[in-house]
């Protein structure tokens, strides 16, 4: 599938949605259904990065593990590097991956604690059948250099290294297979600031070097803003908001993509102190408010938006917002 | 102790004093110092944040405040509220100035309340357990303090279970049964962490309105040096256990004295805004904090990642020196430093 005019992306999704169950709880509430993702699409360029920002329970985490192909979708396709992704399995799909790795929010959790650092940087290697031998043990070595680490941390358990030494293995073994897209599903959320802040500079510097693309997730708009070409803005299982990570930050036009940039400037010790901007919090997915999912919340709803639902649709410049009056002020 | 006090018009009243607290944790047998020799003073209607990051010794900190340390662990130093020694108190003495005249909310409110009481029945147990009023009249207290976190339909939150409320409210709900028993001296230990960015500015603002309504002293936990700058008076920069800087958060704001105050504010994810710095990479603090057992006895604790240290510093420990309009734990802030590196 071709866009006329543009470059082919390295990943496009079309339509992604996904339901979850809830289980009955003992109260015999439950039994209904989250509707997690509503029809999602976005597309990543080669050697660019496309951050994913939203709260928790709006969808971005959930639309990062069906790219990663560890949810499957209800409906929707993505296209990646020229293969139907959610088609394949099996051989087909293990040979893929390799093209498509992931990095999670918590190392102590992604990394096995049993094995050493240097075995589950050389796993994927050795599964894919990529390298063997004194070879392998040299690209163990590189991808341990190239990730900031010393040789002898091939040596460790991860119970011996820092939450940041442990984010670094986990890159590492991410970038073992030369992949061309990595999902960063909150790689700094469980780190520390001075800490947190030295993986985004490796991030970057790995993107530099390799030519990689990010499909990098956050709730923390201000590190997306950092690392990210385009940002797309997550509300309760939809994009509201999407577009050039530059103009999006300067000019935002949803309303609610205007809150969390306010949110993050907050955030910055050098602005100036605001009032909040938002009343309210992010409604039940399971009985979202009607017409726009957004409207109890926003300072410049008006009656057509209780009753109408907004389409994400193209607002020029690369743009997209899902709002009947974009870039108005409340 | 050594809290500046900027001179508001009228002196303010000290509610909380920490003398040289010390915090000794075991590790494999050993006692080694998680806390080691904190003092500062709250003040009503101010808030004194404690910034610090993991392993900093502000979770200890509010423990040992609280009386509250772990098993094993070895308590030193004083801390005076209400003009009571509390370190020499016997636990149910402390149980009663908990609670009572020092309230807490802590980071997840989930866990902090019981998830099968209904939030009514929770407010109405924290009112009489200070004050023996009927069921009836703790019901409309309940309501009113409710209100007064701005929780939406009051009285009918009172019949609802912690589960069924979105975590803002949970910890609107954390802040009713903490203020309760009208304590003058509020302990936020990170207060807003478990919040979505939106959320956590109405629970900053809703604690500022209350520190100004009711006159509080407010211990702000965080490492967040975002909320540091908009909700702090005075601020305590805590590094390995120890005070490395102390002042008025503007002044700290504008002129970091302490290396790792300086790079901390250069690790804060400020937003790139009209593309400046996006793509830019942090200038970073090398390396991370040592675990406990593995750190520096000897000298100071920043100086293995300190971009600026110098022969003195692995082997002294420098004291708190007075920097500019607060105080530095940095022997750059002595007049000779320079002279001597």
Redesign the interface.
């Known amino acids: 599938m071709t866009t006329p005019g543009a470059a082919e992306p390295l990943l496009r999704a079309e339509g992604l949605t996904k339901r979850f169950a809830l289980q009955r709880g003992i109260s015999g509430a439950g039994g209904e259904v989250l509707p997690a993702l509503r029809g999602v699409s976005f597309a990543i360029a080669p050697g660019q990065t496309l951050g994913f920002v939203g709260?928790?329970g709006s969808g971005k985490t959930t639309a990062g593990r069906i790219v990663a192909r560890l949810v499957q979708p209800d409906a929707g396709r993505i296209l990646f590097d020229g293969t139907d992704w959610l088609a394949l399995s099996g051989a087909a799909l293990r040979q893929r991956r390799r093209h498509l790795q992931v990095v999670f929010q918590d190392p102590q959790n992604s990394l096995n604690p049993r094995m050493r650092a240097g075995a589950q940087i050389a796993e994927p290697l050795r599964v894919q059948g990529l390298a063997r031998g004194g070879a392998l043990a040299e690209r163990v070595r590189q991808l341990l250099s190239d990730v900031g680490l010393g040789a002898e941390t091939a040596t460790r358990f991860p119970s011996d290294l820092?939450?940041?030494?442990r984010q670094r293995v986990a890159i590492a073994r991410a970038l073992a297979t030369s992949p061309r897209l990595v999902v960063c599903d909150e790689p700094v959320s469980a780190l520390?600031?001075?800490?947190?802040?030295?993986i985004?500079?490796l991030l970057?510097?790995l993107r530099e070097r390799a030519g990689l693309s990010y499909l990098f997730i956050s709730?923390?708009?201000?590190?997306v803003?950092?690392?990210a070409d385009r940002i797309a803005v997550f509300y309760l299982g939809a994009i509201v908001e999407e577009g050039p990570?530059?103009d999006l930050?300067?000019r935002p036009l949803h309303p609610y993509a205007r809150?969390?940039?306010a949110?993050?400037?907050?955030?910055?010790?050098?602005a100036p102190?605001r009032?909040?901007?938002?009343?309210g919090?992010?409604p039940s997915a399971v009985n979202p408010p009607s017409g726009c999912h957004f409207h109890p919340r926003c300072p410049i709803a008006r009656p057509r938006c209780a009753q109408e639902a907004p389409i994400l649709s193209d607002s020029g410049s690369g743009r997209r917002v899902a709002c009947f009056y974009p870039g108005e002020m409340g | 102790m050594v809290t500046p006090a900027p001179a508001p018009a009228k002196a303010p009243e000290p509610l909380l004093s920490v003398e040289q607290l010390r915090v000794e944790l075991p590790v494999d047998g050993v006692l080694y110092p998680a806390v080691d020799g904190v003092s500062f003073t709250l003040f009503a209607g101010r808030t004194l944040a404690v910034v610090g990051?993991?392993g900093s010794g502000k979770t200890q900190l509010v423990r040992a405040i609280l009386g509250l340390a772990p098993d094993g662990a070895r308590v030193g130093g004083k801390v005076f509220c209400a003009g009571r020694e509390l370190t020499a108190l016997s636990d149910g003495g402390w149980r009663a100035v908990r609670g009572r005249q020092i309230g807490m909310v802590f980071q997840e409110p989930a866990a902090a309340l019981d998830p099968v009481w209904t939030i009514g029945a929770q407010v109405v147990e924290a009112i009489r357990l200070h004050e023996p009023v009927s069921r009836a009249m703790a019901r409309r207290r309940a309501v009113e303090l409710l209100a007064e976190v701005a929780f939406p339909e009051p009285a009918r939150a009172l019949g609802e279970y912690p589960h069924r409320l979105?975590?803002?409210?949970r910890q609107r709900a954390c802040l009713a049964i903490a203020l309760a028993s009208s304590p003058k001296v509020l302990l936020a230990d990170e207060p807003t962490a478990s919040l979505?960015?939106?959320?956590?500015?109405?629970i900053l603002?809703l604690l500022e309105r209350l520190r100004r309504e009711r006159d509080l002293a407010v211990l702000l936990i965080t490492?967040?040096?975002?909320?540091?700058?908009?909700h702090s008076d005075d601020v305590l920069v805590l590094y390995s256990g120890r005070v490395v800087e102390q002042a008025a958060t503007a002044a700290l704001?504008r002129a970091p004295a302490h290396p790792y105050t300086r790079?901390?504010?250069?690790?804060?994810?400020?937003?790139?805004?009209?593309?400046r710095?996006?793509?830019?990479?942090?200038a970073?603090?090398a390396g991370?904090?040592e675990d406990l057992s593995a750190r520096p006895r000897a000298g100071c604790a920043f100086a293995p990642r300190c971009p600026e240290r110098f022969a003195p510093c692995e082997t002294r420990v420098p004291e708190l020196y007075a920097a500019g309009e607060g105080l530095s734990r940095c022997f750059l802030s002595l007049p000779a430093a320079r002279s001597d590196g």
């Open positions: 709260e928790s820092s939450g940041g030494q520390d600031v001075s800490v947190g802040a030295q985004v500079n970057l510097d709730h923390d708009l201000a590190v803003s950092r690392i990570a530059q930050i300067a809150a969390l940039v949110a993050a400037v907050e955030s910055d010790p050098s102190p009032a909040p901007v938002l009343p919090e992010l | 990051e993991s979105s975590g803002g409210l979505d960015a939106t959320v956590a500015l109405q603002e490492h967040d040096l975002g909320i540091v700058a908009k704001l790079g901390l504010l250069h690790c804060v994810p400020a937003l790139a805004r009209q593309g710095l996006r793509g830019e990479r942090y970073v603090i991370s904090l």
